[in-house]
Structures are given as structure tokens and as C-alpha cells.
């Protein structure tokens, strides 16, 4: 898994160098504009007058759950969603991704403890929602962690804190890398069912990928 890892991660970097400062730029400002201008249609993923679930968890988190199913079976939220294991658990989530673990900045403290009283698998990364941050590492290790998910049949939460920003990167590259959407097609997938915004060196590293993969395709 490491070695599959460090290799999307070399080759990333390798191709990045291959394409101009303006070519990066001109299209990083395109997809900004097409971030902004796409509206987004919400639909909640569950109204909470539907909600079978009553729990103490429920009643605690409730008016701040905020998450919405943005492909088939992948949901993205945010923290609370994660939190409310009787709300998971009524709307069939078997896998959990923490793209905000331990942080000490916007930090999310779950962990695979916390599910250990349900049938949840979970998985986290401590990512900090900075530009400088580099969330192309955890692509490919996201990506075979929902792969997993799907494959069997299963439903998956993907939530960082606020659920707009490390979560969405990582909704957006799963789409690009493994159903052939371009950066463009994926943001409007996502953001047709929930507003998100990832911040601009996200976006960069998103926009990198789009190059790699287009060149890739289109040699």
C-alpha cells in the first residue's frame, strides 16, 4: 500500500513539473469561478422529522448535523454526522472517513475506538485545512478505503470538520481518479447536493491532478 502510495505521490510531482505556472494558474482560476458559479441544490439526507432514531446522541446533535449524499452511497458532512452513531447507523453508513484527525487546529478527536461498539469500519487523516497542506498523499489510500466501501455494498460518511473543504478534496479526487471525471465534472457532482468549498491550495492540488490525469489519458 505505501509503495502504491509514494509512487501516485512521485509521479504526481513528476508530471506537475511538466505544465507552466500560467497553465496551472489560468486553470485554477477557471475552476475557482466554476466553484462559485455552480448553485447548489441541497437535498438533506435525512429530515430530521423522518429520523427514526431518538437516542441520546440524536437529541445532542441534531440541529447541527449537516451532511448530504453527494454520489451513490458517498455522503459528505461534517463533524456531527460523525458524532451521532444512532444517526449512522439509521441511515445505513458502514464506513467512516475522518479527513480531520487529531488536529490540533480544527480537530476532529475520532477515532476507530469511538465505532468500536458498532459494525462502522473507519479510517482517519490528519490533514489541516491550510494551503499548504498536502492532501494529494492521501488520495490513493482514500481511494482504495472507499473502493472497499462500495465494492461491498456499503454506504460512507466523509466529513473533516465543517465538511466543505478536506472532505470535499477528497470526494473530488475520488471521482476524478476512479469514475474518469474531469475537475470540473466532479465539483459539480459534489457541489449540485451540497455547497463546499476547498480552500486555494486544495484546489491547486486538485487542479495538478486534473492535468496529470488529462495528459494521461490524452497523451
Not at 437535498?43 to 451513490?72: L, Q
Not at 470540473?184 to 449540485?192: F, R
Request: charged share 25%.
Amino acid at each position: 500500500m505505501k509503495f502504491l502510495l509514494d509512487y501516485f505521490i512521485q509521479k504526481l510531482l513528476m508530471m506537475a513539473t511538466k505544465f507552466s505556472y500560467a497553465d496551472i494558474r489560468q486553470k485554477l482560476i477557471y475552476i475557482s469561478n466554476v466553484l462559485h458559479r455552480t448553485q447548489s441544490q441541497e437535498k438533506y439526507i435525512s429530515n430530521a422529522d423522518k429520523w427514526r432514531c431518538a437516542p441520546d446522541d440524536y437529541r445532542m446533535y441534531r440541529n447541527n448535523i449537516d451532511c448530504h449524499e453527494v454520489f451513490p452511497n458517498i455522503i459528505v458532512g461534517n463533524a456531527f454526522a460523525a458524532l451521532s452513531k444512532s444517526f449512522l447507523k439509521d441511515i445505513g453508513v458502514t464506513h467512516v472517513l475522518n479527513c480531520a484527525l487529531n488536529q490540533f487546529l480544527n480537530e476532529v478527536h475520532l477515532n476507530e475506538d469511538y465505532y468500536r461498539d458498532t459494525n462502522i469500519r473507519f479510517k482517519g487523516f490528519e490533514l489541516d485545512d491550510i494551503c499548504s497542506e498536502n492532501i494529494t498523499r492521501c488520495f490513493e489510500e482514500a481511494n482504495n478505503f472507499i473502493d472497499d466501501c462500495l465494492r461491498n455494498g456499503g454506504k460512507i460518511l466523509i466529513h473533516c470538520l465543517a465538511g466543505v473543504s478536506r472532505s470535499a478534496t477528497i470526494t473530488i479526487a475520488y471521482l476524478m481518479m476512479r469514475h474518469a471525471m474531469t475537475l470540473e465534472e466532479a465539483i459539480k457532482e459534489v457541489k449540485q447536493n451540497r455547497r463546499i468549498c476547498p480552500n486555494e491550495g486544495f484546489l491547486r492540488q486538485l487542479v495538478e491532478l486534473d492535468l496529470m490525469l488529462n495528459q494521461q489519458r490524452h497523451p
